[in-house]
């Protein structure tokens, strides 16, 4: 089924560690984004790429790092966890120009 | 940058009451416009653009380019409708930017 798949759901690590969020669509969506979210509080885009080789910052890189060597994955690195990168993370795909987004699950971090 | 903004962070109704999400956006130009929802323990979904001018569940939404407003209606709230809504808007960059949502109660 085409679908867009995030793992871990959930991810408790310590402070320093390096770590990958995975994010997968299956529906060819040339568009595809990263958001953190905090409970109660709006999306805030991270990173986003139009397709393979192009990938953009947002307006809160939270310095973090994307690749998009497939078209159909998008993940996402935090070389260096810290307290401050506690939150909810939701991957998205939309295709052609102003097409609606298709969210994840989410992966819920934390980080001790 | 352009920005969204939903004024009530939790609404509370009872079934059957009329029920109003605002939303304001600050572009200028034409934007597009969504609607996404949130029910509980599932992933955020889309619940209607205004270039589709759907009813969706009952849910509307118009465009008022005077007020720059996209505010979601509905005359006869159900409990299933208990969820968080998120506006959205894409500028010029085609980037969707969102509000930081509504919660919004149905009670019985």
């Known amino acids: 089924e085409a679908d867009i798949y995030q793992t871990p759901r959930y991810l408790v690590i310590g402070t320093g560690k390096k770590i990958t969020l995975e994010c997968s669509q299956t529906?060819?969506?040339?568009?595809m984004y990263w958001y953190q979210q905090d409970p109660g509080m709006e999306l805030h885009l991270i990173h986003y790429?139009?397709?393979?080789?192009?990938?953009e910052k947002g307006d809160l890189s939270s310095e973090s790092t994307v690749s998009r060597i497939r078209t159909e994955h998008f993940p996402l690195t935090l070389e260096s966890a810290r307290p401050s990168h506690t939150s909810q993370y939701l991957c998205?795909?939309?295709?052609?120009?102003?097409?609606?987004?298709?969210f994840g699950n989410g992966t819920r971090l934390t980080v001790t | 940058a352009q920005r969204v903004t939903q004024p009530e962070k939790l609404l509370s109704v009872f079934k059957g009451a009329p029920v109003e999400l605002k939303c304001n956006y600050s572009?200028?130009?034409?934007?597009?416009l969504f609607w996404y929802v949130q029910y509980s323990r599932q992933r955020l979904q889309l619940l209607l653009r205004?270039?589709s001018r759907e009813s969706i569940k009952g849910f509307t939404a118009d465009l008022n380019k005077g007020e720059t407003s996209f505010h979601l209606k509905k005359p006869f709230a159900q409990e299933e409708d208990s969820a968080m809504y998120y506006c959205?808007?894409?500028?010029?960059?085609?980037?969707?930017?969102f509000g930081r949502g509504t919660s919004l109660i149905v009670h019985p």
């Open positions: 529906m060819g969506h040339d568009k």
């Open positions: 998205a795909s939309s295709e052609g120009e102003i097409g609606p987004l298709h």
């Open positions: 205004h270039i």
């Open positions: 959205a808007s894409s500028g010029g960059s085609y980037i969707p930017t």
């Open positions: 572009y200028s130009g034409s934007p597009e």
């Open positions: 790429s139009y397709g393979v080789n192009s990938t």
